[in-house]
Structure formats: C-alpha cells, structure tokens
C-alpha cells in the first residue's frame, strides 16, 4: 500500500459527459501528478500539482482540468468525454518538487466511456 | 525527439535464473533514470534510481547499470522468483524538469 488513495476505483460513463476522479496524497506529501495509462500510449504525465498551485504540465487535453485543495487531494476533471478517454488514470504524489523525488502512484482509476 | 525503448515483448525465464531488462533513450540528457514495477490494473512501485554519474545501483536481488555513453540502462534481478512475475518500466527525467517520463514496459514472466 503505497499510501495514496484515490476514488473511485472503476467509472462507467457515457460519451459527453463529465466526471471528476478524486487523489489523496501521502501523508506529508504536497506534490501530486496525475497520468494516463493507456494500451496504446503507455503511462502520459498530465499535470503536477505543488502545495495547491499548478506547476507542470504534460499532455493534458484542453478538456481536462484539475486542481489541489488546501487540505492537499486533487481532484481531476474530464469532460466531454469521448471513447479515446477509456483508460487508467493513476495519480502520484511526492514529498516536494525536488529532481529525482520517488513518486509514489495509487491504485488507479480505471475509465471507461461508452 | 525524444524516444525511451523498452522491449515490448515479454521476457521468459526460469526461476532462480537472473532476468535482464533493457532501457534505450534517444535524444535525452537525463538527470536521473528510475525503475518501477507494475502489476496489471495497479500503478506503479518505485524499485531504483540511478543518477547519471553513478555506473551502478544495488538493492537486494535487484541491480540497475547506467551507461550514458550508450544511452542505456540495464535491469538485472538475480535468482528471480514467479512473484517478481510483472511489467517493469523505465523512466527518464532531464536536468531541469523533475517529471519523468515512461517508457512503455516490459513484461516478465518467471516459470516455476
């Protein structure tokens, strides 16, 4: 157990619609990422969050969004959902921004639009 | 641009031999290269990281070699076991930028 946690674990959708995944880092931990995993892409960093404020980001379609609380979760917004989305989303964190800081992944949301 | 290769095929081995993955990068500069684990449907598991002035990194049955001459890293589990049965994938992170990218993974199945 890795000690983030994020929910839900499966979401069933339909094209066109939204839905938001939910990422609770480490304890102490104020970085967090999120990627997407999928069969024909591999594992694509999206955007990473430091103490609430955006500070990278990655592949992340213009219908994505995502932001971090004060209380440090993330939380990932996908909307207009097309069928390309299906895929897992892992979310990481780590304790700072620093290079070669181990980013520690949860279990994954696992997507699947209809 | 920028290419990390992993074998996509999957690597088969009989238990107690050692198993060896490989990592090629193009067109990188990499500050530091990382090893994960990967079981299916889970996420990732942080296993090693190699700094590019360091040849060699060691953990348990685990050994990881970083030749930036070649642009390659070598993954080495020694008398391996059907439990590290898993994908294994490579990442890269350039000077700069602490993000590191993936490669895609390569397979490993151990046979009792």
């Known amino acids: 157990d890795s000690g983030v946690t994020q929910t839900p674990k499966h979401l069933i959708t339909a094209t066109g619609q939204r839905v938001t995944l939910r990422c609770s880092p480490r304890?102490?931990?104020?970085?967090v990422y999120w990627y997407q995993q999928s069969l024909d892409q591999g594992l694509q960093f999206l955007i990473q969050?430091?103490?609430?404020?955006?500070?990278a980001k990655g592949n992340i379609l213009e219908r994505f969004s995502a932001q971090q609380f004060p209380d440090l979760h993330s939380e990932l917004n996908l909307s207009s959902l097309e069928l390309g989305d299906s895929a897992l989303y892992f979310c990481a964190s780590s304790r700072d921004r620093g290079v070669g800081k181990t980013q520690y992944f949860g279990p994954g949301t696992r997507l699947l639009v209809l | 641009s920028q290419k990390i290769e992993q074998n996509s095929e999957a690597l088969n081995i009989q238990e107690g031999k050692t198993a060896t993955l490989t990592c090629n990068y193009t067109n990188y500069s990499p500050a530091y290269l990382q090893w994960y684990r990967q079981d299916p449907g889970r996420g990732p598991v942080f296993l090693l990281l190699?700094?590019?002035?360091?040849k060699e990194k060691r953990k348990e049955r685990l050994k990881v070699t970083f030749d930036t001459t070649l642009k390659q890293s070598l993954f080495h589990i020694t008398a391996s076991q059907p439990a590290d049965s898993a994908t294994y994938l490579c990442a890269l992170a350039s000077g700069g930028s602490y993000i590191p990218t993936f490669g895609r993974g390569t397979s490993l199945i151990v046979h009792p």
């Open positions: 969050y430091y103490n609430g404020e955006e500070r």
């Open positions: 304890s102490g931990d104020l970085s």
């Open positions: 190699i700094r590019e002035n360091e």
